[in-house]
């Protein structure tokens, strides 16, 4: 009699119907780490390190979005070459964000991800929803960029004692240096220089 009811109750269950709108408790807490994982890497260590890296990922979610952002919405003489630049710096930022997202997991941790939890968590200043002159773009970014760059730092530092040398080798050869090179080629367009006429008389002019 038993087993012909739980015959019936899997009978029950297996069919195609696709189970819709379901929701349940969370199986992991945001800010907690797994406890065993075969990392030689005590939990400590994980905690402190996956609470750094959603910051870092907060912040490189924010910079990414105001790469895509700054492609959308900038205009001028200099328009296609920003446009194309501004997208190619927003695809290096999504590499980034996969990758710090990843470690923070690897690390037996939970990574931020929505929009909302970006917005409350990140330290980037936030812009106004409309359209801004280029100067301020990229001084918007190059802004972002040195808060990141910063953290990165710090956070190499910390990595490097605690002994977590995969998360050190990750900010510091993948994080800082896309940063670093990034932002040197935004500040190069934050130079004055002229574009059709040096702005002194030339020697041959002035001797002749
Ligand atoms: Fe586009």
């Known amino acids: 009699m038993a087993n012909k009811q739980t015959s019936a109750k899997t009978a029950e269950r297996i069919n195609a119907q696709p189970r819709l709108h379901q929701r349940a408790r969370e199986i992991q807490a945001y800010g907690t780490v797994n406890h065993a994982l075969p990392l030689e890497l005590e939990e400590p260590v994980r905690l402190e390190m996956t609470e750094q890296l959603n910051q870092l990922l907060a912040d490189t979610m924010s910079l990414r979005d105001l790469y895509k952002k700054s492609h959308w919405q900038v205009a001028g003489p200099t328009f296609y070459q920003l446009h194309?630049?501004?997208?190619?710096?927003?695809?290096?930022?999504?590499?980034?964000?996969d990758a710090i997202a990843e470690r923070i997991q690897l690390l037996g941790g939970v990574s931020l991800a929505m929009a909302?939890?970006?917005?409350?968590?990140?330290?980037?200043?936030r812009p106004p929803r409309g359209r801004e002159e280029v100067p301020v773009q990229l001084s918007r970014l190059i802004d972002a960029h040195q808060i990141i760059i910063r953290e990165v730092r710090t956070l190499a530092r910390r990595a490097n004692q605690l002994?977590?040398?995969?998360?050190?080798d990750l900010v510091v050869s993948d994080v800082l240096r896309t940063n670093e090179l990034q932002m040197w080629f935004l500040s190069e367009h934050l130079v004055n220089v002229p574009l059709v006429e040096a702005k002194e008389p030339s020697l041959s002019t002035s001797v002749a």
């Open 116 to 125: 909302a939890d970006v917005a409350e968590t990140t330290q980037i200043e």
């Open 163 to 168: 002994g977590d040398d995969g998360t050190n």
């Open 84 to 97: 194309l630049l501004f997208d190619k710096h927003f695809n290096e930022q999504v590499e980034l964000v």
